[in-house]
């Protein structure tokens, strides 16, 4: 661990160029320990908000982790809902005057300070930057941070520096972990949180699994993990920053969803508690039932997707309600495809079922669907090219696959049931 009240060297300059003057820092780096009772690891640190176990050990709340869901260096620490906190107290060495806080946290903290004067903070992300002020002749001040909230928090990164100092780069992919799969058509990858426009490189740790191009786009290309991150190299204005997410590539599915009717669905559905969804996901086959409902935002642009009412026969009165659909390839709806659906069209939606209860009224649902086919017509099966894949197997989402086991299945651009 970074020991506390180490004063770095004030201003260098020459070939050495410019330093910070950082009067306390913490990252939680020399915690090897999970398990530790926090309040043994420092004794000017005090931590709140654990239950200890029988042989001392941390049981639940306040505690570290290896992780980095605050987006700073693992480990870090957990403050536990409902007031969980962490007090420094820290020397000044004879500093004084202004100086800044900076920490990262995937939650807003509550921050005070003893025997000196915060301002107003600000945040760019997960980076929290305050404004402190301390009087001459002050010795030692405390600062604490508090979860308030009902959720856990995760700090990680702090550093009390004199003067302005850099400001954090504002670097977030907003999570730790991300699953996605081989070939499938609606895997969502982290999104890069860059609001300060900082010039990042990519990269990927195993470049076997997925890599990753200048424009922060990423390509599977098999089965396992690597680690996804992007790197600010850091300049006179900016910190240095550097944030990481684990991708793990699952193996292409082979499976088709099962096949089924409106009235079906609406059986499954019924067999459903008040609220809930299927952890089965189907493929619903029936006609359109009025005019779909492409939603727009106040601008008018849409927002993707569709509602519409289902039956199983055209104009039919026991109804399945699609709610939020994506067009083929779980691609969104643009003003030239929404052409696509009409009343009485026939289609196939695939998505999870749920029994949506609002104000006492049930309402059968397919819910964040997408689209088939439309009127016996699929994009996936016209994309398959037969004359460059002779013998290639596709599913009925146009996705190749290795191994068919049962179902319906394209080869050669003919329907085939194995």
């Known amino acids: 661990m970074k020991k506390i009240f180490t004063l770095l060297v004030v201003m260098m300059m020459g070939i050495c160029g410019w330093a910070e003057d950082i009067i306390w820092s913490e990252d939680f780096s020399s915690v090897t320990d999970f398990t530790v009772n926090p309040n043994t690891?420092?004794?000017?640190?005090?931590?709140?908000?654990?239950?200890?176990?029988?042989?001392?050990?941390?049981?639940?709340?306040?505690?570290?982790?290896?992780?980095?869901?605050?987006?700073?260096?693992a480990p870090e620490l957990l403050l536990a809902k409902n007031g969980g906190s962490f007090t420094a107290t820290v020397a000044m060495n004879g500093k004084s005057g202004d100086m800044t806080l900076s920490f990262k946290s995937n939650k807003a903290l509550t921050v005070t300070a003893e025997n000196a004067t915060l301002g107003e903070a600000s945040n760019t992300g997960n980076d929290y930057v305050y404004p402190v002020t301390v009087a001459a002749g002050?010795?030692?001040i405390k600062i604490t941070f508090t979860m308030a909230g009902d959720k856990n928090a995760r700090m990680d990164n702090i550093k009390l520096s004199q003067g302005q100092g850099k400001k954090p780069a504002g670097l977030?992919?907003?999570?730790?972990?991300?699953?996605?799969?081989?070939?499938?058509?609606?895997?969502?990858?982290?999104?890069?949180?860059?609001k300060n426009n900082l010039t990042v490189t990519y990269s990927s740790s195993?470049?076997?699994?997925?890599?990753?191009?200048?424009?922060?786009?990423?390509?599977?290309?098999?089965?396992?993990?690597?680690?996804?991150?992007?790197?600010?190299?850091?300049?006179d204005e900016y910190e240095a920053a550097k944030v990481t997410y684990t991708?793990?590539?699952?193996?292409?599915?082979?499976?088709?969803?099962?096949?089924?009717?409106?009235?079906?669905?609406?059986?499954?559905?019924?067999?459903?508690?008040?609220?809930?969804?299927?952890?089965?996901?189907?493929?619903?086959?029936?006609?359109?039932?009025?005019t779909p409902d492409f939603q727009r935002k106040d601008d008018q642009t849409l927002y993707g997707n569709v509602n519409f009412d289902m039956a199983a026969e055209k104009n039919g009165t026991t109804k399945l309600t699609v709610f939020r659909a994506k067009s083929f390839e779980n691609k969104n709806f643009t003003e030239e495809t929404i052409s696509l659906l009409k009343d009485g069209d026939k289609v196939v939606i695939e998505g999870k079922l749920q029994k949506y209860v609002k104000n006492e009224v049930v309402t059968p649902e397919l819910t964040n669907g997408k689209?088939?086919?439309?009127?016996?017509?699929?994009?996936?099966?016209?994309?398959?090219?037969?004359?460059?894949?002779?013998?290639?197997?596709?599913?009925?989402q146009g996705q190749r696959v290795n191994n068919a086991a049962k179902g319906l299945f394209i080869v050669n651009g003919k329907k085939v049931v194995k």
Not at 372 to 390: L, R
């Open 41 to 73: 690891i420092n004794e000017n640190y005090t931590f709140t908000g654990f239950v200890l176990k029988d042989d001392g050990t941390v049981k639940s709340g306040t505690k570290f982790y290896n992780e980095n869901l605050a987006g700073g260096t």
């Open 138 to 140: 002050t010795n030692t």
């Open 172 to 194: 977030s992919w907003g999570t730790s972990a991300r699953t996605v799969t081989l070939g499938a058509s609606d895997n969502q990858f982290p999104q890069l949180s860059n």
């Open 206 to 235: 195993k470049e076997d699994v997925a890599t990753i191009n200048a424009e922060g786009f990423v390509t599977l290309l098999t089965a396992g993990k690597t680690d996804i991150t992007a790197e600010f190299a850091g300049n």
């Open 247 to 290: 991708l793990t590539v699952n193996e292409a599915s082979t499976d088709v969803p099962e096949l089924i009717t409106v009235d079906q669905a609406l059986a499954i559905i019924d067999t459903l508690g008040n609220g809930k969804t299927t952890t089965k996901v189907y493929q619903v086959e029936g006609f359109i039932v009025g």
């Open 371 to 396: 689209l088939i086919s439309v009127n016996g017509v699929g994009s996936g099966i016209n994309n398959v090219k037969t004359d460059a894949t002779k013998n290639a197997i596709f599913n009925l």
